[in-house]
């Protein structure tokens, strides 16, 4: 994390909240301000006003048209009695301002194996709930076999036979944008879900078919399909993508042909070749939208996620270093994906919530490395896939993988991530091995169609009662209690309380640098006691779902849990569990 100062001038400048706060004590100094305890020390309090960091060069232009944000105080809440305090503290500095929060970290991924949804109800009302704010489209891996103005047929140049990594060849299983099979989702119906949804797109160009495309130029003719697409768009989507992963052996594309092949190109890919066609597509896409009048259109380029050294088996060796120098500065943003936990493992909890923290930072390290040695312009870096890859225990749909969600957001913001998707919005239930936020219609024994995942209300409640900058947070007395402190520019305060650990803990939260108002408001989120230690359900304020899995239905309308800041801000945070908590200012 890098250190910010705060500049000559700054106070002048400092949150609007503050200055609200200043204006009810008619100065600087409040009464219980809140430097202890929450805001029970007494006596008279020097508030340091906030700084106000520049946006970081890996958010960018994502950030535009951050809009600040009030907290509304909840229509139902009930008084709540406080644990007795421990030795857990978490100390929250609302004057260390780390950096404004992106609404772009908190998108999804959207894929034409869900069918038609846009017709399903309560899948659209829980979709606009959570206010995903991105949505990805059309994948994934099958973004390289994708032919958007298609129905049932692919163009005569693409073989119905491609090569895997080892050179066997196998049907190619095109996907395409207008087949209005129930089965699968048609790219008019994407853009109906964005509007719907108040949803921003963002969409991955077909790169795979510039490699076993066999027309005289196969670049070129790829690169007109994409740029036929942004014509057809007409400036509905700001942002776009070149491939999906194209760095790995696993990626249409990565082994071609060269018989078939009618430019010369390698049987393998390398980096190097894709950012040299990188730019042949950006160009065209750029020109396309410069005629539709979307002048604003940012494209970006696929980068991995860590050194390729460290997977030799599978990824491009030197594909950022290669790729970063050919591509020279013509992206406008790098793409990263991950998946966090160990490749089809049947991890435990421990080993799934220890991943986070260092899984984000090191990615976004390695980006940064990667374009520094290329003597390369720092751009935004987005992660538009991830989740985890733990198998066998039914992780991927459970409370833990809603506990890592939290865990997952709350480092990206530290981290100055410009965008995230997470992978993805339905997929399939194979025993629980099913990335779905909420299941695939009805193929999930003991849950209704479209159920929602627990993943879904941490995710939900994370961004209702996380503020629009993120603030200083650090825990003592506890390596397995993490925080995540937030400023409101209504000049409240808000603290995400995760525990890792197989036990309830008392948590006291500290928060500096606060003008304190009277109460405090919270949410508890839990899993159960079924499928141990992996439950499939979770819990709000102890309300659990109607049926095996997920939620209650009534997550919107659920009483929040309240006390007075008078006395201390003492919450329990469960085990494996998150709160949620908003404290109100003066």
């Known amino acids: 994390m890098r250190k910010h100062f705060l500049k000559t001038g700054m106070v002048a400048i400092a949150t609007m909240a503050l200055l609200q706060s200043c204006k009810k004590d008619g100065n600087t100094n409040t009464n219980g301000g ?85 017709d399903q109800p309560v899948l659209m009302q829980q979709l606009t709930d959570l206010s995903p704010n991105i949505l990805r489209f059309p994948g994934g891996s099958l973004s390289d076999i994708y032919f958007w103005n298609g129905s049932n047929k692919a163009p005569d140049d693409a073989p119905d036979q491609l090569l895997n990594n080892t050179g066997a060849s196998s049907a190619a299983g095109y996907w395409y944008g207008n087949n209005t099979a129930d089965w699968t989702f048609t790219l008019d119906n994407y853009y109906k879900v964005l509007q719907q949804t108040n949803s921003t797109g963002l969409i991955t160009v077909n790169y795979g078919y510039a490699r076993y495309g066999t027309s005289d130029n196969p670049v070129e003719t790829a690169a007109k399909l994409a740029a036929d697409w942004v014509r057809y768009d007409n400036g509905r989507t ?35 070749l894709y950012g040299l066609h990188f730019k042949i597509f950006a160009d065209a896409m750029r020109k396309a939208a410069a005629e539709v009048g979307n002048v604003g259109i940012k494209i970006g380029m696929v980068t991995t996620e860590a050194d390729e050294k460290d997977n030799t088996s599978t990824i491009i060796q030197a594909w950022n270093a290669d790729a970063m120098t050919t591509s020279g500065s013509s992206p406008d943003f790098y793409v990263v994906h991950n998946y966090y936990t160990p490749y089809m493992q049947n991890s435990s909890p421990e080993v799934i919530l220890g991943t986070p923290a260092g899984v984000t930072s090191n990615m976004m390290n390695w980006v940064k490395n990667s374009l520094q040695k290329a003597g390369l312009q720092q751009k935004p870096v987005a992660l538009d896939e991830w989740n985890i890859f733990s198998t066998g225990s039914k992780q991927m749909v459970s409370n833990v993988a809603g506990v890592h969600a939290v865990m997952v957001l709350g480092e990206l913001i530290k981290n100055q991530y410009s965008m995230a998707s997470r992978w993805d919005l339905a997929n399939a239930w194979d025993n629980g091995n099913d990335h779905g936020l909420f299941s695939n219609k009805s193929d999930e024994p003991g849950a209704p169609a479209w159920n929602a995942r627990p993943a879904f209300y941490y995710m939900y409640f994370f961004q209702k009662y996380f503020g629009d900058r993120m603030v200083t947070s650090e825990v003592t007395g506890s390596p397995d209690i993490l925080s995540y402190g937030s400023s409101f520019e209504s000049g409240d305060a808000g603290v995400v309380l995760v525990n890792r650990s197989n036990l309830d803990r008392a948590v006291t939260v500290n928060l500096k640098n606060f003008a304190a108002g009277t109460k405090y408001y919270y949410y508890t989120l839990n899993g159960g006691t079924d499928n141990a230690p992996f439950s499939r359900k979770v819990y709000v304020n102890g309300i659990g779902p109607d049926g095996d899995s997920g939620g209650p239905a009534t997550y919107k309308t659920i009483a929040a849990n309240s006390a007075a800041i008078s006395g201390g801000i003492i919450v329990t945070v469960p085990a494996r569990g998150t709160v949620f908590l908003v404290a109100e200012g003066k």
């Open 34 to 118: 809140g430097n202890n305890n929450g805001g029970t020390g007494g006596g008279s309090t020097v508030i340091t006003p906030p700084n106000n960091p520049d946006i970081a060069a890996t958010q960018g232009f994502f950030l535009d048209g951050w809009q600040a944000k009030a907290f509304s105080t909840p229509v139902g809440y009930k008084t709540v009695a406080k644990p007795v305090a421990g030795t857990v503290v978490a100390t929250v500095d609302l004057s260390k301002v780390i950096t404004k929060v992106s609404k772009n970290l908190f998108g999804n991924n959207t894929n034409p194996f869900m069918g038609q949804y846009v």
């Open 238 to 272: 700001k942002y776009w993508e070149i491939g999906n992963e194209n760095y790995g052996n696993w990626e249409a594309g990565y082994r071609i042909n060269p018989a078939a092949n009618k430019d010369g190109q390698p049987a393998v890919l390398s980096g190097a």
